[in-house]
């Protein structure tokens, strides 16, 4: 398995994670979460320019050449090789998949969905107090997630918050925060990542990270900044 794909496949329940223990306060008033992956690559990016891949296109048939996705992930997938695209409508019935499932193992996942058309996860009820419930919360959003939405909206928030399929998470999110006229031109990657990993970072950023046009950006470039 290649390491995009891992990626890929940790993106979802890595951002609830991130949601869930902001609403446990066991985040800092302002975090920045985003995958090992993303972690990893980050700084080889500043110098190569890392790509996640070369096209949306190469993504759908690395997934499409496995054969151990669902019959609804292989329908999706097919569907977005002929159009380009996923489509919301398969976007929101792999959300609704995911949510279902939760709901029978006892969790209920509050959202809202943002301007791109992404899901965020701003809580979870039964709030868990304790490591063993969020291990057990954990568990339940992976194993719901198999075969219904790790691959879909792992991809579809590629599609629609990383249409340069950029590997550093950070430069993706800026490049987003440059079209919603959020920071100017000046503004790079390894500023929001220190304004995000430093002391006092809610200070040291030009936006309002919690409006809903950063929020957009901070999803769709696979890191949960919350606000607190």
């Known amino acids: 398995m290649t390491t995009s794909t891992l990626s890929i496949l940790r993106r979802e329940t890595l951002r609830r994670a991130a949601a869930l223990l902001s609403c446990m306060g066991l985040l800092v008033s302002l975090t920045a979460c985003s995958t090992p992956w993303n972690q990893n690559t980050a700084d080889d990016a500043q110098t190569s320019g890392t790509r996640i891949a070369p096209s949306m296109s190469a993504l759908f048939d690395q997934y499409l050449a496995k054969d151990t996705i669902s019959q609804f992930e292989r329908d999706v997938l097919q569907r977005a090789k002929k159009t380009g695209k996923i489509s919301a409508e398969d976007y929101e019935t792999a959300h609704d998949k995911q949510a279902a499932c939760m709901a029978e193992n006892g969790w209920q996942e ?11 996860t701003t809580g979870v009820t039964p709030v868990p107090s304790t490591d063993a419930e969020v291990n057990k919360y954990m568990e339940a959003s992976n194993t719901c997630s198999e ?15 990383n249409p340069g399929l950029l590997a550093d998470p ?29 002391d006092g970072a809610s200070k040291g950023l030009p936006f309002d ?20």
């Open 110 to 120: 509050q959202t809202r969905k943002l301007s791109n058309g992404l899901y965020q």
């Open 209 to 228: 990270a919690s409006s809903d046009a950063a929020q957009s950006c901070f999803t769709g470039a696979g890191l949960a900044v919350n606000i607190g």
């Open 170 to 198: 950070y430069e993706t999110a800026v490049e987003c925060l440059k079209k919603s006229s959020l920071v100017d031109d000046a503004y790079t990657g390894r500023k929001l990542e220190n304004a995000l990993n430093g």
């Open 147 to 161: 075969g219904t939405s790790k691959i879909i909206e792992s991809l579809y928030q590629l599609q629609q918050g």
